[in-house]
């Protein structure tokens, strides 16, 4: 029973350092660091870390500013790129409003036309990444990728040297190798801890500026999470994967639907999950930028057309995670998960998965229905 | 022994009380504006003290003290529709405020369901709203509209349909046209929302409009399925929630 206390507070404290962060960027800023602001898992983070740069991601989670955002974006579209173009708007995030330079990338409709209004009020530089993963793909988000590295080194007036992106490459693949292994804890039956649990850590150290403390912090909360995790509590729950849209903003009430009706969330494959974690950048390849290109692009994000690598994900992920169903949130408006996710629901039924497809965005009134959708799919199971 | 089944829905409180083979009594009340008073009502007057076990489903279940339970209204719709009605595979749920679509297994289980509950369209509601207008009783649909010509009523919201209605009768159109249009446009989109489930086999319609024949028809035509109900067709779930209830507190072995 102490375990019940002992886990959250150690969680807490990851979740607290999303508040903590604000302060911790304006300490940064008087120590002259540069901050990068990053919207998508597609963002080979390894280029700005060689410049020294804190990279900070600006994927919006409230509906606050959604209403500001309204008076330019239209309202059928998705809450996320609302949510971001608000705060940017509205210098109410302390990421947007320390970031140097912004870099996003041609994903999907709705971001590559919003970016245009973006960089009206903030400088923004956006990359072109391709919309499938042929071989001509590789070759332009490579050249993007040079592209890049030469903006953040005129934009800073810095100079970005092979060695650094080399070095900066390990320190991911480190990064990702803590993350991997944290996730992968909910391999076990029972596994040791809550989805919301899972998603506030994966989201947590996505605003960790520290990446070398933030690696030993994850290692060691493995360790506590090993060691005190009363697992039996979760015995007999349905193993539920999230995949989807980025939840950051719905995963309070999608999550916690999910496991008050008896699920445990044990895999998240959408963004800052596996989907953007598993793969590491391949260190031995001589080309850094080859490398980070190779790596970057086969990330199966819905944007992809056609798209194997999401399902060549689910896939492991079903037999490692011994998954009993599948739920996918998809935002709304968000035109290329909400056409996949027929696709999703084919592959994962075939299989012998239930699945369960829910439409959603950063305002509470749909909560009531949620649950019922949620509870209803517990029954089912 | 026997059990008690309470659906609260968004216009009508449902009850049943059930003793493992028949419906002994039903009871519906109005929900209005308050749907934990008027649970409790339909709790007062069914409960008795053989009751094993009460069990609580629609929007307002989780206002019932005296529920031993909570299940949600698919699950609870698809156990009480299976019970009404033969060899049933999908059921449809037009509902006050949402409306439903499940698919069953052969042994009566939930195999995948789908809810429309973002919009009035397709739901009661929409048919509220054109009783209002065309200013006749929802009870003398069948009779209204028969042998009539369907006006095409295109809108899908419930507030430009108004709207359209309104046009309509502006431009001398026969009411019972239009309400056997408004009809056929509800119809078609429920039958659209359920065939996402790809059913197949015999679907069977729940909710306050499965009691008249115009609505069965029209989503039997639109479906290409035979559709059956059943004269308690809008207990299903207060039925399907007091038999969860009775497999519940029956005693093992």
Redesign the interface.
């Known amino acids: 029973m102490e375990l019940v206390k002992e886990l959250p507070e150690i969680f807490s404290e990851f979740g607290e350092q999303r508040r903590k962060s604000f302060m911790d960027a304006y300490a940064l800023k008087q120590q002259g660091i540069p901050f990068v602001g990053a919207f998508c898992t597609y963002l080979p983070q390894e280029i700005p870390l060689a410049m020294g740069a804190a990279v900070v991601g600006l994927c919006s989670k409230t509906g606050e500013t959604i209403p500001e955002a309204e008076m330019v974006l239209p309202r059928n579209l998705c809450p996320l790129i609302k949510a971001s173009y608000g705060f940017a708007k509205t210098d109410k995030c302390p990421y947007f409003y320390f970031s140097d330079l912004i870099i996003g990338e041609t994903t999907c409709d709705g971001k590559k036309k919003m970016y245009e209004l973006l960089g009206q009020i903030k400088p923004v530089h956006v990359m072109e990444l391709p919309n499938s993963q042929s071989p001509a793909a590789l070759l332009l988000w490579k050249s993007e990728i040079l592209r890049l590295k030469e903006k953040l080194e005129s934009h800073f007036g810095v100079t970005i040297t092979e060695d650094a992106i080399r070095e900066a490459i390990k320190l991911k693949n480190r990064e990702r190798q803590a993350i991997k292994a944290f996730y992968a804890l909910q391999k076990q039956v029972p596994a040791p801890m809550d989805g919301m649990s899972l998603h506030q850590v994966l989201e947590g150290v996505q605003f960790k500026f520290d990446r070398e403390k933030a690696i030993d912090e994850l290692w060691a909360l493995i360790d506590k999470i090993q060691r005190e995790s009363d697992r039996e509590k979760y015995r007999g729950r349905k193993r539920i994967l999230v995949t989807g849209s980025p939840i950051g903003g719905v995963a309070a009430k999608t999550i916690q639907a999910i496991e008050e009706a008896g699920g445990q969330v044990v895999a998240m494959e959408n963004c800052g999950g596996a989907k953007s974690v598993d793969e590491l950048v391949d260190e031995e390849n001589p080309d850094v930028y080859d490398a980070l290109a190779r790596r970057y692009l086969n990330i199966g994000c819905s944007c992809m057309t056609p798209n194997p690598n999401r399902f060549k994900m689910l896939d492991e992920l079903f037999e490692e995670y011994r998954v009993d169903a599948v739920v996918e949130i998809v935002l709304q408006a968000c035109h290329t998960f909400a056409v996949e996710a027929y696709s999703v629901k084919k592959f994962a039924t075939e299989r012998g998965i239930?699945y369960l497809g829910v439409e959603t965005d950063y305002s509470t009134s749909?909560e009531?229905?949620l649950r019922?959708?949620m509870?209803?799919?517990m029954?089912?199971l | 022994m026997i059990t008690l089944g309470i659906d609260c829905g968004s216009t009508t409180t449902k009850g049943a009380l059930y003793d493992g083979s028949d419906v002994l009594r039903t009871l519906l009340l109005p929900t209005r504006a308050r749907p934990a008073e008027q649970m409790q009502a339909v709790y007062d007057a069914l409960y008795t003290p053989e009751v094993a076990c009460t069990v609580a489903t629609g929007?307002g279940r989780a206002l019932l003290p005296q529920a031993d339970r909570t299940?949600?209204?698919?699950?609870c719709h698809a156990r009480g529709a299976g019970m009404l009605g033969e060899a049933v595979r999908c059921v449809i749920d037009i509902g006050g405020q949402?409306c439903k679509a499940i698919l069953l297994h052969p042994d009566g289980?939930?195999?995948?369901?789908a809810?429309n509950?973002?919009c009035a369209a397709g739901t009661g509601r929409f048919i509220e709203m054109m009783t209002r207008i065309l200013d006749f009783p929802i009870e003398e649909i069948d009779r209204f509209v028969e042998g009539h010509q369907p006006c095409e009523i295109s809108s899908m919201c419930t507030v430009f349909a108004e709207s359209e209605i309104v046009s309509l009768l502006a431009a001398g159109a026969d009411r019972a046209d239009i309400a056997l249009g408004v009809v056929q446009s509800i119809c078609r989109r429920t039958a659209a929302f359920a065939m996402r489930l790809s059913p197949t086999g015999t679907v069977f319609f729940t909710g306050g409009l499965a009691r008249f024949e115009s609505f069965r028809r029209t989503i039997e035509e639109a479906l290409g399925l035979p559709v059956v109900t059943h004269p308690l067709a809008q207990f299903a779930g207060a039925i399907g929630a007091a038999a969860l209830g009775y497999a519940k507190a029956m005693p093992r072995g």
């Open positions: 239930p749909d009531g229905q019922t959708r509870a209803a799919f029954e089912m | 929007y299940i949600t209204e698919i699950t949402d289980s939930v195999a995948d369901f809810m509950d973002k």
